[in-house]
């Protein structure tokens, strides 16, 4: 168990719509980051967060978006949502931003199927 | 920009077997490099990682990785393979000031009886 727990485990829903992830780092971490994980295109970052204010931001479409909220708690907005967007979606977390040398650690991940 | 390469998307070896998963990275600055694995519906678990101190590094379950500045390379092996390695593996690198990690595609470990 990393401690980063990520709801929903699993997600099923229309071409079209709008879905929230929601992930909690482990105690103590102040960045957040996500990732997508899809057959084709491997892991892929999306953006990180550091104590509440975006740090980095990766390979993010503009249907997407991300925050952290004062209790360091994270959730990615997934709208519009097309059937290439389903994938698995993976939250991690470290206890520094930039310039951090450690490892991150992951959740179990969000499993999005888009119909 | 930091990329990372991981030759071979599947390896299989026999139960027993020397493993050897291949990552090479490009960097103008030194990097940190990580090794985690993925089981099955289930998140990536940390293996091993290098921050310049040693370049062997070792790892849990029984492997380690060798940092090799020359040729651009952090691959990862194991001694004797074992049922339980079988998996997918990923080498990851942060470079700068970034925070995130880059990753390689991943390898597919099957261990064969």
């Known amino acids: 168990d990393s401690g980063v727990t990520q709801t929903p485990k699993h997600l099923i829903t229309a071409t079209g719509q709008r879905v929230t992830l929601r992930c909690s780092p482990r105690?103590?971490?102040?960045?957040v980051y996500w990732y997508q994980q899809s057959l084709d295109q491997g892991l892929q970052f999306l953006i990180q967060y550091y104590n509440g204010e975006e740090r980095a931001k990766g390979n993010i479409l503009e249907r997407f978006s991300a925050q952290q909220f004062p209790d360091l708690h994270s959730e990615l907005n997934l709208s519009s949502l097309e059937l290439g967007d389903s994938a698995l979606y993976f939250c991690a977390s470290s206890v520094a931003g930039t310039g951090n040398t450690g490892e991150l650690f992951f959740g179990e991940g969000s499993r999005l199927t888009v119909l | 920009a930091q990329s990372v390469t991981q030759l071979g998307s599947h390896v299989s070896v026999s139960e027993g077997a020397l493993v050897l998963l291949r990552c090479n990275y490009s960097?103008?600055?030194?990097?940190?490099l990580f090794w985690y694995v993925q089981y099955p519906n289930q998140g990536l678990q940390l293996l091993l990682k290098?921050?310049?101190?040693?370049?062997l590094v070792k790892g849990i379950n029984g492997f380690e990785a060798e940092f090799k500045k020359s040729e651009t390379s952090f691959h990862l092996t194991k001694p004797s393979a074992h049922m339980s390695d079988a998996a997918e593996y990923f080498c990851?690198?942060?470079?700068?000031?970034?925070?995130?990690?880059?990753f390689g595609k991943g390898t597919k470990l099957s261990v064969k009886p």
């Open positions: 290098y921050t310049s101190a040693a370049t």
């Open positions: 960097s103008s600055v030194p990097p940190y």
């Open positions: 990851a690198a942060r470079g700068g000031s970034q925070g995130n990690l880059i």
């Open positions: 105690s103590g971490d102040l960045s």
